[in-house]
């Protein structure tokens, strides 16, 4: 059984623990505020970005000229995948629950005879593939809570080229999608190749189909959103990876706060049991003293 010491000494260690913990739970909660707000900024862009597409999908034969980024991959031998993970642990299952995706994603592809290129982003996700031993084309750390467009469309950018020059049939991330406050999910978000048939199919559920009138020209418009919009969705992806990684941080701190608090109780209680069974043993034994001396 444990003395007083040992017991004070544990009381002090949790409750040293406890201080940390709520101290990271109270940062990330904040943290998670701002990426939030950052979620409800670039979501109306993305949206009606992603609208005027649609639009000029559904306004006649634009999506039919000869883009690049819009070509058709009926067997694709090749593919580029980004994995966002976070640098930092203590966040729950975050970590562990998107690189199991990704895992599953590459092996699936391996099956069906496509090489994947993985681009890797986040320490933990690092050295994770490192352990396994899978191959990593890039390796980026610089991704924080607040990441830039300037800094997605400086990644997207190259691969996006290799796709338009033929060296790779598709682009895809590996995220934790931000649902809302309560709920986070890895997700695999295809980015190429892109096709009309969605877009077709979303206009004409909403009633679209109408006619425009298009300046300068469609083809230059649709040139021109094209590849605004692919970068848009690798950017939210990257926004709502880090509200998530946040959120999944705060829970994991807030339980770790709980459970210190629960230890510290219970070795709290046992403390003081055994300072009272101390206590009451040196009474009888002074008490016995006393007999024998009479």
């Known amino acids: 059984m444990a003395t007083s010491r040992e017991l004070k000494n544990k009381i002090r260690s949790v409750n040293n623990t406890k201080k940390i913990t709520r101290t990271m739970e109270m940062i990330s909660t904040a943290k ?3 990426c939030q707000r950052r979620i409800e ?7 009606k970005l992603a609208e005027i597409l649609r639009d000029l999908g559904s306004s006649g034969d634009c999506l039919s000229g000869s883009f690049p980024l819009l070509r058709e991959v009926e ?10 993970t976070a640098n930092r642990g203590l966040c729950g299952g975050y970590n562990t629950n998107t690189l199991k995706l990704a895992e599953q994603f590459i092996d699936t592809q391996a099956a069906n005879g496509i090489a994947v290129d993985v681009y890797m982003l986040g320490k933990k996700g690092i050295s994770r593939f490192k352990y396994l031993g899978r191959d990593t084309v890039e390796s980026m750390i610089h991704f924080e809570d607040r990441p830039t467009f300037e800094e997605a469309e400086a ?15 598709g682009v895809s991330v590996v995220f934790t999608h931000y649902i809302n406050a309560a709920r986070q999910a890895p997700v ?35 040139g021109r959103l094209l ?5 848009m969705q690798f950017f939210q992806a990257l926004v709502e990876a880090a509200a998530s990684e946040q959120i999944a941080r705060r829970m994991a701190m807030k339980n770790a706060t709980d459970n210190a608090e629960e230890m510290a109780t219970k070795y709290t209680q046992l403390y003081n049991r055994t300072r009272q069974a101390a206590i009451t043993q040196e009474i009888l034994e002074v008490i016995g003293g006393a007999e024998v001396l009479n």
């Open 227 to 231: 590849p605004l919009s692919l970068k």
């Open 75 to 84: 067997k694709p031998t090749r593919e580029v995948l980004f994995i966002v």
């Open 41 to 47: 900024a670039t979501q109306p862009y993305g949206d």
């Open 155 to 169: 990644v997207l950018e190259p691969v996006m080229t290799s796709f338009e020059q033929g060296e790779i049939d």
């Open 188 to 222: 695999v978000r295809t980015l190429l190749p892109i096709t009309d048939e969605d877009s077709s199919d979303e206009s004409s559920a909403k009633g679209g189909g109408g006619e425009f009138i298009l300046e300068p020209s469609p083809e230059l418009i649709l």
């Open 32 to 34: 998670a505020v701002v």
